[in-house]
């Protein structure tokens, strides 16, 4: 039980940080002007979306 706790800690710090990268990475590219492209959507979608944010974060 308590790996399990574990590995559903160590799941969530991943995905916390995959969806602050993805924040950061929409900010870099509404800031520099990049044009908007499917994965540019996605990712400003994937900010109230944590699931999808979480995975682009990492992309």
């Known amino acids: 039980m308590k790996g399990l706790i574990l590995l559903y800690l160590a799941t969530m ?9 993805n924040l950061i990475d929409v900010i870099h590219a509404a800031a520099s002007g990049a044009p908007f ?6 990712r ?3 900010i ?12």
């Open 13 to 21: 710090i991943i995905a916390f940080y995959g969806w602050i990268v």
């Open 37 to 42: 492209t499917v994965m540019v959507i996605a």
């Open 44 to 46: 400003i979608v994937g």
């Open 48 to 59: 109230p979306v944590f699931g999808l944010g979480a995975i682009l974060g990492w992309f």
